[in-house]
């Protein structure tokens, strides 16, 4: 099966390789990084994090991909979609990324995302496409805003993968709407 590869001017995103571990794990250890999304992750946890992801490439054809600039060739983070593990969105088709601090304020998510939601529109003309994101992590919300999602706050929720007492716990969903 040829190696799944996504261009923009300046990024790539591609299957995920036995290489990348380092530097994912080096994104995933990155305290920046992660007082948005949970606590710093083993390196384990990453390795088991990009078998999950190539195990969803291969069942269902798109995954959090690699997200490699061009320029150097450096793996700077991941951009994809999958499918959602829970409500408000079980089985749509949600986007997201996770991006090295140093290479943020560059634009590069915005411009990985368009792409997916580009390579989308294509391959799923009859799905509108989610993201969802922590309700402090105003970074990821700008990104959903400047896609043009929606936010619909009457889907707020506690996600059930974070604990009780975290910051982190209440939700917020984003949706294109492309279809409504």
């Not at 793996?75 to 749509?92: E, Q, S, V, Y």
């Not at 986007?95 to 560059?106: E, F, Y």
């Not at 992590?137 to 889907?155: C, D, H, I, Q, T």
Request: net charge negative; aromatic share 8%; proline share 4%.
């Amino acid at each position: 099966m040829a190696e799944f590869r996504l261009e923009t001017e300046r990024l790539i995103m591609r299957d995920w390789r036995s290489d990348d571990l380092d530097a994912f794990h080096a994104i995933n250890s990155d305290p920046k990084v992660r007082e948005t999304l949970g606590p710093i992750m083993t390196r384990d946890a990453v390795a088991d994090l990009i078998v999950r992801m190539q195990n969803l490439q291969q069942k269902d054809g798109c995954c959090f991909w690699a997200l490699e600039r061009k320029s150097d060739n450096r793996l700077i983070g991941w951009c994809g979609l999958i499918r959602g593990a829970h409500a408000p969105i079980t089985d749509k088709l949600e986007i997201g990324w996770r991006l090295a601090s140093d290479t943020w304020g560059h634009g590069y998510i915005t411009e990985a995302a368009k792409k997916c939601i580009q390579w989308a529109s294509a391959q799923y003309p009859d799905e509108d496409i989610w993201a969802i994101t922590s309700e402090t992590n105003r970074r990821s919300r700008a990104v959903m805003e400047r896609l043009e999602m929606k936010y619909l706050p009457e889907l707020d929720f506690d996600h059930p993968s974070v604990e009780p007492e975290s910051d982190l716990l209440r939700h917020v969903t984003y949706c294109t709407e492309r279809n409504q």
